[in-house]
T-cell receptor, first 113, second 115 residues
Framework: NAGVTQTPKFRILKIGQSMTLQCAQD?????MYWYRQDPGMGLKLIYY???????DKGEVPNGYNVSRSTTEDFPLRLELAAPSQTSVYFC????????????FGEGSRLTVL | AQKVTQAQTEISVVEKEDVTLDCVYE???????LFWYKQPPSGELVFLIR??????QNEISGRYSWNFQKSTSSFNFTITASQVVDSAVYFC????????????FGSGTRLQVQP
């Protein structure tokens, strides 16, 4: 029962470095999402995908890119990391049914110094 | 645009007290879903309940109960006889019926239950 798997769980980056957060789900869900959670705040939507080959911006997309080449994988790319991107990142997925429930990964804590 | 407001930033209670977490939402959709998630200190998000906009019946699950009132756009969460293990951040969220079907989250309420 893997569900939604995120790697890495923790990462420290220097300003200007780049990295990719990996997200994979084994539930054959069409919808996938990336959220960020800043300290003491709720989750904000960065990017989402409604199916393989289709991605779109959420509320806070600046500084990030995504791709969705397969149904299972939805990596999040950080280019030129900045301290403002220090956050906890959550990947989530949901099915095409109208139930609305999102299944979340365990989160990836990123610190940019 | 959708919005979820959790006005209570932090609540502290003593064990065995009842506590209610407030949630007010805004949406133009006629069909939508409301959620509560729990985030314990370990950081993961734990799904607690989903309620669709056509079902206003209150729900009880053990010590947890939820009061959904469309007239006031509220979806409040009550914990009866709170326990130390209930200490966590609780998020209310609103889902869109169509399109991207993303969740819009409130800012969360941190509940501390003191022994």
């Amino acid at each position: 029962n893997a569900g939604v798997t995120q790697t890495p769980k923790f990462r420290i980056l220097k300003i200007g470095q780049s990295m990719t957060l990996q997200c994979a789900q084994d539930m054959n869900h069409n919808y996938m999402y990336w959220y960020r959670q800043d300290p003491g705040m709720g989750l904000k939507l960065i990017y989402y995908s409604v199916g393989a080959g289709i991605t779109d911006k959420g509320e806070v997309p600046n500084g990030y890119n995504v791709s969705r080449s397969t149904t299972e994988d939805f990596p999040l790319r950080l280019e030129l990391a900045a301290p403002s991107q220090t956050s906890v990142y959550f990947c989530a997925s949901s099915s095409s049914s109208a139930t609305g429930e999102l299944f979340f990964g365990e989160g990836s804590r990123l610190t940019v110094l | 645009a959708q919005k979820v407001t959790q006005a209570q930033t932090e609540i502290s209670v003593v064990e065995k007290e009842d506590v209610t977490l407030d949630c007010v939402y805004e949406t133009r959709d006629t069909t939508y879903y409301l959620f509560w998630y729990k985030q314990p200190p370990s950081g993961e998000l734990v799904f607690l309940i989903r309620r669709n906009s056509f079902d206003e019946q209150n729900e009880i699950s053990g010590r947890y109960s939820w009061n959904f009132q469309k007239s006031t756009s509220s979806f409040n969460f009550t914990i009866t006889a709170s326990q130390v293990v209930d200490s966590a951040v609780y998020f209310c969220a609103l889902s869109e019926e169509a399109g991207r079907r993303a969740l819009t989250f409130g800012s969360g309420t941190r509940l501390q239950v003191q022994p």
